[in-house]
């Protein structure tokens, strides 16, 4: 069974930074992509970041060169390390993974938010100007 946990949210200042972290259970990451989205009250889901089983990242492009995508693979962690941070950035993220491989980001997050994947319970970052 796969589970997902996530970990690491909370309440900063504008231009501070954030790591989640997300405890991986049932599957490796050579077998799955794994990904971050979130959700914001009112707005709808945005995938945040992506990296495939080899390891090859993507990013949308209101986050590109301030957060980070990684693997811990002796501990099963996924992380998202958040620099920067701005008030639009504030939102629930959360922890993704799918079996389904290969095509875009967009397919990815498509596929998890359809049901055809997993998903953890969420963690708040909440970032103040």
């Known amino acids: 069974q796969v589970q997902l946990v996530e970990s690491g949210g909370d309440s900063v200042q504008a231009g501070g930074s954030l790591r989640l972290s997300c405890v991986v259970s049932?599957?490796?990451?050579?077998?799955?992509?794994m990904g971050w989205f979130r959700q914001a009250p009112g707005s709808e889901r945005e995938g945040v970041a992506r990296?495939?089983?080899?390891?090859?990242?993507s990013y949308a492009e209101t986050v590109k060169g301030r957060f980070t995508i990684s693997h811990d693979n002796a501990k099963n962690v996924l992380y998202l390390q958040m620099n920067s941070l701005k008030p639009e950035d504030t939102a629930m993220y959360y922890c993704?993974?799918?079996?389904?491989?290969?095509?875009?980001?967009?397919?990815?997050?498509?596929?998890?938010?359809?049901?055809?994947?997993?998903r953890g319970q969420g963690t708040q970052v909440t970032v103040s100007s």
């Open positions: 990296i495939d089983s080899g390891g090859t990242a």
């Open positions: 993704a993974a799918s079996f389904a491989r290969g095509g875009s980001m967009r397919w990815f997050f498509d596929q998890i938010y359809r049901g055809f994947g997993f």
């Open positions: 049932g599957v490796t990451f050579n077998s799955v992509y």
